[in-house]
């Protein structure tokens, strides 16, 4: 993705005294979708939202903003304690952000089991700070949702798939599960960034292993 994710970095999320202070203003990023034209930051009426980190965000974007149901996708940073950082600060490992994709969509069109489903087969869950070739902290799997109902979904769906996983000798799922979290949307250049270079670089890859949906499904 990045010639700095080739570079050494810290494979642990710094402490808050030890992350980089960032600023206080939002840095610049687009205003609307540049595929829907729907605007990045809303308003949103009726809508619901989940933020998504599997790697390079630029590929996971794309996967959602494909799925039916989805109203607007948006890429940035979370999960860290460094506010509105950069992306060659997030790429330095001192953010302790991941790279997320902000989920914008409908449920009476698509649930929010579906976009977990689409979340874990679409990478691999299992490899901590790495994702592929992509290695460090900005990479690492994680789910960021509203809601104590949304969250028990992620994690009892987290279960099933270990299980499926285990089965096909892959080793315990990384993904963390949380609730809210800032969101801080990534440089205009990042945001659906494969539309705007439809050849540019995607390191989304998945196990092959189907990711089962219900409360019946193990």
């Excluded at 729907?38 to 996971?60: I, N, R, S, Y």
């Excluded at 670089?201 to 089962?212: A, F, M």
């Amino acid at each position: 993705m990045s010639i700095f994710a080739r570079f050494t970095k810290p494979d642990t999320i710094p402490a808050p005294g030890e992350a980089l202070e960032g600023r206080p203003e939002p840095i610049a990023t687009a205003e609307r979708h540049a595929v829907n034209g729907q605007p990045l930051k809303g308003p949103w009426d009726g809508m619901e939202t989940a933020v998504f980190a599997m790697g390079c965000f630029w590929g996971a974007e794309r996967l959602f903003w494909q799925m039916d149901g989805v109203h607007v996708t948006a890429v940035g940073y979370i999960g860290g304690p460094t506010p509105n950082p950069t992306y060659r600060e997030v790429c330095s490992g001192k953010t302790g952000h991941t790279e997320g994709v902000l989920v914008v969509y409908d449920p009476a069109k698509v649930s929010f089991e579906d976009l977990v489903r689409a979340f874990f087969e679409g990478h691999d869950p299992t490899q901590g700070m790495r994702q592929g070739n992509d290695v460090g902290t900005q990479y690492r799997s994680a789910i960021f949702v509203e809601g104590n109902e949304r969250r028990a979904t992620a994690e009892r769906i987290r279960a099933e798939y270990e299980k499926r996983l285990a089965g096909a000798g892959f080793g315990p799922i990384t993904t963390t599960i949380h609730g809210e979290a800032p969101f801080y949307y990534a440089e205009a250049d990042h945001q659906q960034y494969l539309h705007k270079v439809p050849n540019g670089y995607c390191g989304l890859g998945g196990t092959g292993v189907s990711c089962p949906v219900g409360l019946g499904a193990a």
